[in-house]
């Protein structure tokens, strides 16, 4: 019996041994030769290793293209992120809710309240942009705007979540984005152009202390020849002498103590300087029982910019360094907090400190030391020239005598001192008659003489 030639099955790859004898004759050769007939002859094999092939494949062309993409992210396109406690954040979103050209789905509800200038409030809704993916089209380029919360972190100074806003557009519209934060910035500020907040202290930080108000203007306020100029001098100068004061190692801050009796003037010139000088002021009132030392060192460094420090009363709040006053009311803040506190200020920024007093007398030499108090003037009552200043102010530059002839039945009272805010009162009462004003002038010589 023939025996069978040794012949493989159809599966069994042949290894032809012409092929092997092709090959360069290294093992190297000898293997891939093999490997390539054992592929070639078994279709699952084969289609295995194709397939594998086409896996490698698509997984390399994938992470080319998140490589590629990614490149492609960092050179084409360019971020900026506002977190929300910076303050061009509100500006932003404020911005945003009077933009014309979005499209948002996810919008949130600010409410505003407006005060007229008769007082009245009216409200209005403003729709910002919520949290979420926003599109808009500012001056030709696209912009993305991803508005994002942060789950678990909170501000803690109002508890609110800290959130962020990423804007995201090609790199070469990255020009766009100065222009539209200096944009926002002008529309917020233009809302209260014209008008002075008032801060005052909330827990860790500054509060707007009801809406802004109208400015006071300057020369609204009379006070006694020169002093009021002098006071303006000094404080211009001080605002354009950062250089200076950086150059010498300084602290760039300036303190002005307003004393004299009540209802001269003090706090009202303050208020119309902070306009004048386009400031806000920021109110502490340091006999206030749940204000400590530390809170205070805080307040006083975390001032907002273009602010004015108001201390009222100072000589109030502190009986010679202790910390309880007559009535036994014990203020958090003590005498050296306080020192310590206004010579603590460490800003880049200016610092400007007004504090008034009826009693100046009272006041610790410790507090008036050049460095705390740098500027000291007294507003005492009214003079003969600030009476006239005043009722021409009132009634008009025309009345020259009628002015006179006040000035002429005011001597005849002979009076020591009238504080300018009962001639005032006396000015608002014959609003439109300076005739019976000066008919009138005899209740000058009572000092709360209610009209
Ligand atoms: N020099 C002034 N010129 C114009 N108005 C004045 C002047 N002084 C006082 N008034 C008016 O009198 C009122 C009280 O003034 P203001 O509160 O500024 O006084 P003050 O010196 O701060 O008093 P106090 O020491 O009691 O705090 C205000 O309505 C203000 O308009
Ligand atoms: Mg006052």
Redesign the pocket.
């Known amino acids: 019996m023939n025996s069978l030639p040794a012949t493989a099955n159809s599966n069994t790859p042949v290894v032809s041994l012409e092929k092997l004898k092709e090959t360069d004759g290294s093992f190297k050769g000898m293997a891939s030769g093999l490997l390539e007939d054992v592929m070639k002859g078994n279709p699952y094999f084969a289609a295995g290793g194709g397939l594998m092939l086409l896996g490698t494949g698509l997984a390399l062309l994938k992470s080319g293209i998140t490589r590629v993409s990614g490149l492609a992210y960092r050179q084409m396109l360019v971020d900026l992120e506002i977190p929300s406690k910076d303050k061009s954040y509100l500006w932003f979103l404020e911005w945003m809710s009077q933009y014309k050209h979005r499209s948002s789905r996810h919008l949130s509800v600010e409410t505003n309240y407006t005060q007229h200038n008769n007082g009245s409030i009216s409200t209005s809704f403003s729709l910002v942009p919520g949290p979420g993916k926003h599109l808009i089209k500012y001056e030709g380029a696209w912009m993305l705007i991803n508005r994002e919360r942060s789950g678990k972190l909170l501000d803690m100074t109002n508890g609110t979540p800290f959130e962020t806003i990423t804007l995201t557009t090609l790199y070469r519209d990255r020009n766009k984005f100065p222009s539209l934060l200096e944009e926002a910035k002008r529309m917020a500020l233009k809302t209260r152009e014209g008008k002075t907040v008032i801060y005052t202290s909330w827990g860790q930080e500054w509060r707007p202390f009801g809406q802004p108000r109208m400015k006071r203007l300057i020369d609204?306020?009379?006070?006694d020849k020169g002093i009021k100029e002098s006071i303006i001098d000094d404080v211009q100068d001080f605002l354009t002498s950062g250089q200076w004061y950086h150059d010498r190692g300084i602290p760039y801050r300036r303190g002005y103590l307003l004393y004299?009796p009540?209802?001269?003037?003090?706090?009202?010139f303050i208020q119309s300087l902070a306009g004048y000088l386009d400031y806000n002021i920021c109110i502490l009132n340091l006999s206030e029982t749940n204000l400590t030392d530390d809170r205070l060192n805080y307040l006083m460094n975390h001032i907002p910019e273009r602010s004015i420090l108001l201390l009222e009363d100072v000589d109030a709040a502190f009986n010679k360094r202790s910390q309880t006053d007559e009535k036994g009311y014990s203020s958090g803040v003590t005498f050296s907090g306080l020192l310590n506190a206004l010579d603590g200020v460490a800003s880049a920024e200016e610092m400007l400190t007004f504090m008034?007093s009826?009693h100046p007398e009272r006041l610790d030499p410790a507090l008036l030391r050049p460095g705390r108090v740098d500027y000291k003037v007294l507003?005492d009552n009214a003079s003969i020239y600030?009476i006239e200043r005043?009722f021409l102010r009132f009634y008009g530059e025309t009345h020259r005598e009628l002015c006179d002839e006040f000035l002429e039945q005011f001597k005849t009272l002979g009076l020591p001192t009238v504080s300018?805010?009962q001639l005032?009162g006396l000015f608002v009462y014959n609003k439109r008659d300076p005739k019976k004003a000066i008919e009138m002038v005899e209740v000058l010589k009572q000092p709360n003489h209610v009209f």
């Open positions: 609204s306020v009379v006070l004299g009540p209802g001269s003037g003090k706090t009202s008034t009826n507003i600030q005043m300018a805010a005032q």
